[in-house]
């Protein structure tokens, strides 16, 4: 479904991305973990269209070139980015946010747009999903959210606008274990045979929650390691070590040897 | 950043659509002020010997005045001599019926998106439609009679209730108050009147839609609104104008006596003709407005300004009465070679008085933004209190935001909070925006109106939805 | 002193100029101007009065530098102490930027200070050096014998990567209007670090005028303190132009009136290039039928990207005839800006008055502690031990 084939990505002179491979199957779940720096976020926005990044290499997602796109086309086309650190915007508030992105993406679709009754009762399953409180809707997008409610109000959207490819990007960071488990109860339950999730995190213990069907360890703008969820509890226990600080050998992988 | 500033451009040069003007048969007074140009207005409204005398007295005054300098203002200099003082539709101008109305002029209302056919009309709702300073009619007239309200444009009510113009004339502003209001009072050619009688709760909005149509004319409308004690009125003003290669100076005086516990609540959405993007033509809009509030009485100002090549306003409240209040709500947009110089005065005089302000100045094109604000409490003013908030948004590099508030306190038991930002949108904002679907220009409209909700929450319902297309519409453009 | 006014005297600002809307100008138009006058005697308990900290000490009488009371002479490595008049005669080239011929003043009181301000303190630091003690310039102002208003410069320059501090107090004596004006000029080079500080604190007869201009280079940071503590007429004003990208500058300020004191502070800061910050945080306490002033402005130009700029201003009114002008500014002309301000008026806090008195301690004593708690939050920038309590002893107190 997805395939990213020698992914680079610079920003001036710094190289970020140095050749990415992966292809992601429909319905599955591919985890990214990887040292601060190693070029994760960098990874997500590549693929949700943000500006400023120099590009080469090729990304499609069912067959369609994602790079050839703006970022809200790519949302139509059924990219969902979960931000690592969700934008406020003051004075908009989250039902008018979230329905005007509903209605812009299924207008590029040539879908109806949906009514705000219909849309209501969409927006109710997602905030139960979340365990977000009534008053929700009527917030201004993010703004005067904690950390834990920005990381829901994601997911939320993500419920809502039923992706077809779901990149969350560290969406476990700064959560206590409370908002990890309701977060990860969410992402769990919008697992499907058409959808695929990237999960990127630092740490395994989100892993605990949302089992993956694969595990891709990314150090310095490369993946240098692919396995199943066993590769996560690898690192759990070894952190990166293994992988960074090492010389690779000539086929790239690490010298020390981690189970695949 | 270099490419989003581009289109930020492309979005703020939409087109103004409300440019036509309509081939009216008008009545024009040749260019020219002098003694006897008031004289004439005077004669033409058929007015009362003392109302001649007062604007005498106004061209008197003006003649000895100069105009202000201190506003942040690029102008062309106004040659009061090549204005015309006098212009209106050809047409008997009060009309007892809205099926007397000159059909070309019910077009044109028709166009503005105000129809003043019954069957059309807005519901609850009633309308003073004012053409050249001339009011054509008012609607719902006999509704608003059962409550007592009286509803009626300037002339009749100077001809009809001649006591209380008399009384409220030039109260709140006097004629030498300003240049451009002593101007106002010499020459001023119709407007609004509006009175709420004791404890009577206005049963409608109350709006006034002014046009203006000819060329080479000033506008000089006066309004005033009495609300006697335990009143209340909610009071709706529109603004448009064709698009015409000279300057066009409008000079209106608005006056609002809220008497013990009433209340007043006067919003404005503006949108006379800016110029087009090299400055060319608009509308100087030159406006004195000011409300005095009687003890536990309430005025409220809400004003979204978008339109206009000069925008020089800044409707303020005397805050007389123990325990008044006065509140003010603006969102002023300079986009092309649009000046925006606006604010409000809060005059606290008796005890207990609470003012707030909320400003939100966009900027935009190579457009200037000024927030102009006094808060002035008076020695007498014990315990009063002022929070003030003034946001400014940059869109380009080109623009400008200015923030120029001045606090003056002589009461110990005042608290007065001001507080201002400046900011940009931010390439975040959009980028969130757009990965969730929406494109740009819809990004970019959003984040603008959800700038401005404090403000826009203050207009009544059908106010809000036109203030924000209005803004979504000043910064349209093509989105490559 | 007409026979030494000039000619063509130059004209005093009105009510109209901005800059000096709320100056009493009747006052003003009282001052007399001149050279400096012969250096009267200093009484004792003027002499008493200055503040004592460990550094070089240069004092002006009546506008002309007093070698007995000044140390130029220093062993410092880097530092070069000279007087104004001495450096007009031997290198008036390098005064240029306090003596400009290319413009004009920017108000009258500029413009008598360039015409007799010929004496003064000139501090100079070599590239590379810094200045462990601070430096002292005192400002003594004795109107009387025929002499009213005296005019003295100040010239600072702080070579690349260097770091002083330098205090400048001002006082005077007796009953006799009159006053002092004094200009100073400050070039900070890049990388340079400065903290200046202003103590201003002249009789109720005097009027006590201050002019600071500060240039910055790139990355240089000039930390401003000025205290207002007294004068019929105090006026502290600062212009600082952020030159250099990533310059930075602070400014805070104490304002403390009683009697019929006006307490004027004028800060302008001009962003003029990229990636630079500015702070100003200024406190006011107006007791009795004092005026507290305060304007001060952000100035954005095109281009300076990056700006990050925050203004705060407080002001506490302690008697119901005091009075306080307020006008934070914000002139933006770039984009890629995050500035913001906030200004308050305000009384003491009744609620932590009650607290305290129900905790025992008496009304005047919680009043008095609150008042410093407030004008604490601007003292304790400033970073010479010695000076802090000197100024808290002096607020609200007149001395003659």
Request: hydrophobic share 40%.
């Given at each position: 479904m997805l395939h990213v084939k020698d992914l680079t990505a610079a920003i001036g002179d710094k190289q970020i991305l140095k050749g990415l491979d992966l292809d992601v199957g429909a319905g599955e779940v591919h985890a990214i973990m990887g040292p601060n720096g190693s070029g994760k976020s960098t990874f997500a926005h590549t693929l949700a269209g943000r500006e400023g990044y120099e590009i080469t290499g090729t990304v499609t997602l069912d067959d369609a070139d994602l790079l050839e796109m703006e970022p809200e086309a790519r949302a139509a086309a059924g990219v969902f980015m979960g931000f690592q650190y969700p934008v406020e915007i003051p004075g908009v508030n989250n039902m008018y946010f979230l329905r005007t992105a509903l209605n812009s993406v299924r207008r590029t679709r040539g879908e109806t747009e949906v009514s705000a009754r219909e849309f209501l009762s969409t927006a109710q399953e997602a905030m139960d999903l979340v365990e977000m409180p009534k008053d929700f809707l009527h917030r201004?997008?993010?703004?005067?959210?904690s950390g834990g409610e920005k990381k829901r109000n994601e997911i939320l959207q993500m419920a809502v606008m039923q992706p077809r490819l779901a990149v969350l990007d560290e969406t476990d960071s700064g959560l206590d274990i409370d908002a990890l488990r309701i977060i990860a109860g969410g992402v769990n339950a919008l697992r499907g045979p058409e959808r695929s999730m990237i999960v990127i995190t630092h740490y395994q213990r989100l892993l605990d929650y949302i089992k993956p069907d694969f595990v891709h360890v990314l150090v310095d703008g490369r993946i240098v390691e692919s396995g199943d969820h066993t590769l996560a509890l690898h690192l759990e226990d070894h952190g990166y070590a293994d992988f960074v600080n090492h010389d690779l050998d000539a086929s790239g992988r690490p010298l020390s040897g981690a189970t695949s | 950043m270099s490419e989003s500033l581009r289109e930020i451009e492309e979005l703020t040069e939409a087109t103004y659509e409300y440019g036509f003007s309509t081939d009216l048969d008008t009545d024009i007074a040749p260019p020219g002020l002098t003694e006897d140009t008031v004289r004439l207005i005077s004669a033409k409204k058929d007015e009362p010997e003392w109302l001649l005398e007062w604007r005498l007295k106004a061209y008197e005054a003006w003649k000895t005045m100069e105009e202000p300098d201190w506003a942040k203002l690029q102008i062309q200099p106004i040659d009061y001599q090549a204005l015309s003082y006098w212009a209106a539709?050809?047409?008997?101008?009060?009309?007892?019926?809205?099926?007397?109305?000159?059909p070309d002029i019910r077009d044109m209302f028709d166009k503005l998106g105000i129809p003043l056919h019954e069957q059309k009309m807005l519901s609850n709702v009633a309308v003073d439609a004012i053409v050249d300073s001339v009011s054509v009619t008012t609607t719902f007239k006999e509704t608003l009679a059962e409550a007592g309200v009286i509803f009626c444009s300037f002339s009749e009510a100077v001809h009809d209730h001649p006591e209380i113009v008399r009384e409220h004339l030039g109260s709140v502003v006097p004629v030498r108050d300003n240049f451009f209001a002593a101007l106002n009072s010499a020459v001023f050619s119709d407007g609004s009147f509006c009175y709420i009688p004791k404890g009577v709760r206005c049963p409608m909005e109350l709006s006034t839609y002014f046009r203006i149509n000819s060329q080479n004319t000033g506008q000089f409308e006066r309004t005033l609104i009495i609300a006697e004690d335990d009143s209340h009125v909610s009071y709706l003003e529109g603004c448009t104008a064709p698009q015409r290669d000279e300057n066009q100076l409008h000079a209106a005086v608005v006056e609002l006596v809220a008497k013990d516990r009433s209340e007043i609540k006067y919003s404005t959405v503006q949108n006379w003709y800016p110029g087009d993007e090299n400055g060319v033509g608009g509308i100087y809009n030159f406006v004195t407005k000011r409300g005095r509030a009687h003890t536990d009485a309430k005025i409220s100002w809400t004003q979204v300004e978008t339109g206009s090549a000069i925008t020089w306003k800044y409707p303020s409240v005397?805050?007389?009465?123990?325990?008044s209040v006065g509140e003010f709500y603006s969102v002023a947009l300079s986009s092309k070679r649009q000046q925006a110089d606006t604010g409000t005065k809060m005059i606290h005089i008796g005890a207990d008085t609470t003012s707030s302000i909320i400003s939100k100045g966009i900027s935009a094109g190579h457009g200037q933004n000024t927030y102009r604000g006094l808060v002035k409490v008076m020695r007498s003013a014990e315990n009063a209190r002022n929070y003030t908030q003034c946001d400014s948004l940059l869109l380009g590099s080109d623009c400008g935001a200015h923030t120029i508030p001045y606090i003056e306190v002589k009461n110990p038991g005042a608290q007065v909070e001001h507080e201002a930002s400046t900011s940009t949108v931010g390439e975040d904002q959009l980028y969130y925006c757009r990965q969730r679907g929406m494109s740009e220009e819809d990004a970019m409209a959003m984040i603008v109106n959800g700038f401005c909700r404090d403000v826009f929450d203050e207009l009544p319902m059908e106010f809000a939805v036109e203030a924000q297309r209005l803004l979504s519409v000043s910064l349209e453009g093509s989105v490559g | 002193m007409n026979s030494t006014a000039t000619a063509a005297a130059p004209e005093l600002p009105t009510k109209r100029d901005e800059a000096w809307r709320y100056a009493p100008h009747a006052d003003l138009a009282q001052l007399t101007f001149g050279p400096g006058g012969a250096s009267a005697a200093v009484p004792a308990e003027l002499e008493a009065q200055i503040p004592v900290f460990d550094g070089p000490r240069i004092v002006v009488v009546n506008g002309i530098v007093d070698p007995a009371r000044?140390?130029?002479?220093?062993?410092?490595?880097g530092l070069t102490l000279s007087t104004v008049a001495d450096v007009l005669t031997t290198e008036p080239e390098s005064l240029t930027r306090h003596f400009p011929t290319d413009a004009e003043p920017v108000d009258a009181f500029a413009a008598f200070n360039a015409q007799f301000g010929r004496d003064g303190a000139v501090i100079r630091v070599a590239a590379g050096a810094t200045i462990d003690q601070p430096i002292h310039v005192v400002d003594l102002a004795l109107p009387g014998a025929g002499h009213n208003t005296s005019s003295t410069g100040v010239v600072i320059e702080i070579g690349e990567g260097s770091e002083a501090t330098i205090v400048e107090t001002r006082l005077g004596h007796g009953t006799e209007s009159g006053g002092a004006n004094v200009r100073t000029t400050i070039t900070l080079h890049d990388h340079a670090t400065l903290e200046h500080i202003v103590v201003q604190d002249a009789p109720p007869a005097q009027i006590s005028l201050s002019r600071v201009d500060v240039t910055q280079g790139a990355n240089s940071t000039f930390r401003g303190r000025s205290f207002n503590l007294g004068a019929s007429y105090g006026r502290v004003a600062h212009a600082v132009v952020l030159a250099g990208a990533g310059a930075h500058a602070e400014l805070s300020g104490l304002y403390f009136g009683f009697g019929d004191q006006t307490l004027d502070q004028q800060v302008d800061i001009v962003h003029a290039a990229k990636d630079c910050s500015s702070r100003q945080l200024y406190r006011g306490v107006l007791d009795d039928s004092s005026t507290g002033i305060f304007s001060g402005g952000i100035d954005v130009q095109p281009g300076a990207d990056g700006t990050d700029a925050e203004q705060e201003n407080h002001n506490l009114l302690l008697s119901d005839r005091a009075e306080a002008n307020t006008q934070p500014r914000l002139e933006i002309l770039a984009d890629d800006v995050a500035c913001k301000h906030g200004a308050t008026v305000g009384q003491l806090d009744e609620t932590a008055l009650y607290y305290m008195r129900s905790r025992g301690i008496p009304a005047a004593e919680a009043r008095r502690l609150l008042i410093n708690g407030f004008a604490d939050q601007v003292v304790d920038h400033v970073s010479i031990d010695a000076l802090r309590p000197w100024i808290i002893d002096r607020l609200g107190h007149a001395d003659a």
């Open positions: 201004a997008v993010n703004a005067g959210f | 539709p050809k047409q008997k101008p009060v009309l007892d019926s809205l099926d007397d109305v000159d005397i805050l007389q009465g123990d325990r | 000044s140390e130029l002479a220093t062993s410092i490595t």
